[in-house]
C-alpha cells in the first residue's frame, strides 16, 4: 500500500489537517502537544511543511524526521526548517505526549533583521538525537519566551504584533543558541571523541586514496561516519578548535598540497587533480585564500 504524503503550506492548513479550531493569526501558531492526536491509519503518513517548527515535548511523539525518531524521556527541544520530511511513526491519542509546537510560515520574518541571519540558527537543520536538553531554569526561560509570544498574537494584532512576535521569536532562538552551547560544554568529554574520530577520518580519507576515486572530501562524508549531521559536526568542531569543518578540510588539503609543491616536480594542475579538485584553478583560488600566494609563487619561496 503506497505511504501518503501531506504536504503543508500554510498555518491554516495544518490546522485543518489536524483537525484544530482556526489559527487566531495566519502566519504563527502555538499548539499544546496534548492537542496532538494521529489514527491508526494516519501511521506511515510523510509530511513535508513549508513551516518553521520549535518544539518541547517529553516523550517520543511517535514522529520521524528524516531516519530519526524523537525519543527522549525528559523535556528537550527539537527544531525543524521548510520542506524537511517528517513520517508518523505510531498512532497518538489525545493527552498522550506534553508539551508544545510553535510553528511559524517564513513570511512572518520577511524582510525583518532576523530573516537575514537566520542561518545562523544552524539547529533547524540538526538530527532529531542532536535535541536540546533543556534544565527546569531554562525551560522556565523559553517557556516564558513563548507564552509572550502566544499573548501577543492572540490578544493584540496591530501595527506592533509583527515586531513585537519577531522579537520576542528571536529572543527564543537567541537562548537556544546559548544553551546549546552550553550542552557542548557540559559534554565535552564526548566532544573531544568526535573531533577525535573526525581528524582520523579526514587522514584515512586520503591515506586509503578515496580522493583519486571520490575527489574532495564532503563534510556529509565525515558526519555519516562518525554519526551526526553535517551541521551539528561543523558546529561542535567551531566550538571544540575554533574552526568548522569545512576549514578543517581545507586545511589539511593545503598542507598536503605545501607538501607535494615543495617535494615533487609535478605541474599544478597535476597537484590540483592529484588531491581531488576538478578544475585547477579551484585549487589555485583556495591556496592563495589560505596562504597568501598562488601555487606557483608558493613552490618559488621554497
Known amino acids: 500500500m503506497q505511504k501518503k504524503t501531506l504536504e503543508i503550506k500554510s498555518i491554516s492548513q495544518l490546522h485543518q489537517s489536524m483537525g484544530w479550531e482556526k489559527p487566531s493569526h495566519p502566519l504563527i501558531s502555538l499548539i499544546e502537544a496534548e492537542k496532538v492526536a494521529v489514527p491508526e491509519e494516519g501511521v506511515g503518513t510523510k509530511i513535508i511543511s513549508d ?22 524521556d525528559e523535556g528537550v527541544m527539537v527544531f525543524t526548517a521548510p520542506k524537511q520530511i517528517a513520517s508518523v511513526t505510531k498512532a497518538i491519542e489525545l493527552g498522550d505526549i506534553h508539551g508544545w ?8 520574518i520577511h524582510g525583518t533583521s532576523l530573516s537575514q541571519h537566520m542561518d545562523e540558527y544552524t539547529f533547524f537543520n540538526y538530527e532529531v538525537y542532536e535535541a536540546l536538553h533543556l534544565s527546569e531554569q531554562e525551560e522556565k526561560i523559553i517557556t516564558d519566551c513563548i507564552q509572550n509570544i502566544k499573548q501577543e498574537y492572540q490578544q493584540r494584532i496591530d501595527n506592533h504584533s509583527q515586531r513585537v ?11 537556544c543558541l546559548r544553551y546549546y552551547e552550553r550542552q557542548f560544554n557540559t559534554r565535552k568529554k564526548q566532544s573531544v ?5 573526525f581528524e582520523k577520518a579526514l587522514k584515512q580519507y586520503f591515506s586509503a586514496n578515496i580522493h583519486e576515486l571520490e575527489g574532495l572530501p564532503s563534510i556529509q562524508y565525515f558526519a555519516n561516519k562518525i554519526h551526526l549531521s553535517q551541521h551539528y559536526l561543523s ?14 578540510i581545507n586545511d589539511f588539503v593545503i598542507e598536503k598540497a605545501k607538501n ?17 579538485f576538478n578544475y585547477p584553478h579551484y585549487f589555485t583560488r583556495l591556496f592563495k585564500s589560505k596562504t597568501g600566494h598562488t601555487p606557483l609563487e608558493y613552490r618559488s619561496l621554497n
Not at 51 to 72: A, P, T, W
Not at 165 to 175: A, P, R
Not at 193 to 197: F, L, T
Not at 265 to 275: D, F, P, R, T
Open 193 to 197: 571523541g568526535v573531533v577525535s574520530q
Open 101 to 108: 509546537m510553535l510553528y511559524f510560515h517564513p513570511d512572518l
Open 260 to 276: 607535494m609543491l615543495r617535494g615533487t616536480n609535478g605541474s599544478i594542475s597535476e597537484i590540483a587533480y592529484s588531491l581531488g
Open 165 to 175: 512576535i519577531v522579537s520576542n521569536l528571536e529572543l527564543l532562538l537567541n537562548y
Open 51 to 72: 513551516l518553521y517548527m520549535i518544539s518541547l515535548k517529553d516523550k517520543n511523539c511517535g514522529v520521524e524526521y528524516g531516519r530519526n525518531h524523537f525519543d527522549f
Open 235 to 248: 558546529d561542535l568542531l567551531k566550538k571544540e578548535t575554533g574552526r568548522s569543518a569545512k576549514d578543517h
